[in-house]
């Protein structure tokens, strides 16, 4: 039997961190010693705290862990590996398109010597917006639902052999936003305005076009908001986003347009 520093030894693991899998029953020694309270651990269960550990770099919690190695084989432990794939790979798209941002930023704050300079670049326009029929996805989603429910609309598309225009568009009808949960309608144009769900009307809006990653829209908000509110005007119903040029069309992300639309009025 291997004792408990012995197996920190051969696993690079801390023997307070064994003593924690003990005491939370992720990984509890063969033995213990009842008068000293030693622990020992048999030699196959390097093994099991070797996948403790791959399973903590690949970002697992605790108590996923402790139902993985409950279970160790099977179909379900693939789907959530495959899962956690997924997941790591779309952190780390994320976190490249943080890093470009962040570069962009950079260059922008040793030109003007102004750390918010970014959201002065906002030109922000009073127009007239134009009609628009769409087929509409609406209720609580989160963001990352959004191809998910988009993809609901394009399948009734193809099924009722409509023909999209090419716009799409999402409403935001919560006056508070939250990423995870919001209540969200998702629209995409079609050239069939009888069959339309509804037809967004012409509208007075403060307009501004955001381009790059969705990541920074919030600044495109906040600079829209401030114009508004500086300029004689107040919010006039729930704001929109039409995205002009996507990944759809093979773009990288630093070259998507995305048109932010506020409804407004004179105060």
């Known amino acids: 039997m291997l004792s408990i520093g012995q197996m920190s030894k051969i696993c ?14 992720l990984l509890k020694p063969r033995r213990t010693d009842p008068e000293n309270g030693y622990r020992y651990y048999e030699e196959e269960q390097i093994e099991t705290m070797l996948l403790i550990g791959r399973l903590k770099r690949y970002g697992f919690s605790l108590t996923e862990m402790e139902a993985m190695l409950a279970e160790k084989q099977g179909q379900e432990l693939f789907v959530q590996l495959s899962r956690q794939k997924l997941r790591l790979e779309r952190q780390m798209t994320h976190l490249s398109l943080t890093i470009q941002e962040m570069e962009q930023h950079l260059r922008e704050f040793e030109r003007t010597g102004d750390i918010m300079s970014y959201q002065k670049k906002y030109e ?3 127009r007239e917006s134009e009609e628009q029929p769409i087929l509409t996805r609406r209720q609580k989603m989160s963001v990352e639902e959004f191809g998910t429910y988009y993809g609901k609309i394009f399948e009734r598309i193809a099924r009722e052999g409509l023909n999209p225009d090419g716009v799409t568009l999402a409403i935001y009808h919560d006056q508070e936003f939250d990423p995870a949960c919001s209540d969200i309608e998702l629209g995409v144009g079609i050239r069939e305005r009888e069959q ?3 037809t967004l009307p012409v509208r007075t809006c403060a307009v501004t076009i955001h381009k790059g990653a969705y990541a920074g829209l919030p600044d495109a908000y906040g600079a829209i908001v401030s114009w508004i509110h500086a300029n004689g005007w107040a919010i006039d119903g729930a704001p929109y986003e039409i995205y002009r040029k996507t990944f759809r069309e093979g773009l990288p992300p630093q070259e998507w347009e995305t048109e932010i ?6 105060v």
């Open 124 to 126: 922000v326009r009073v």
């Open 12 to 25: 690079a693991v801390s023997v307070k961190t064994l003593r924690h899998y003990d005491k939370i029953g």
């Open 261 to 266: 639309f506020f409804p407004v009025k004179r």
């Open 196 to 198: 339309a769900d509804k």
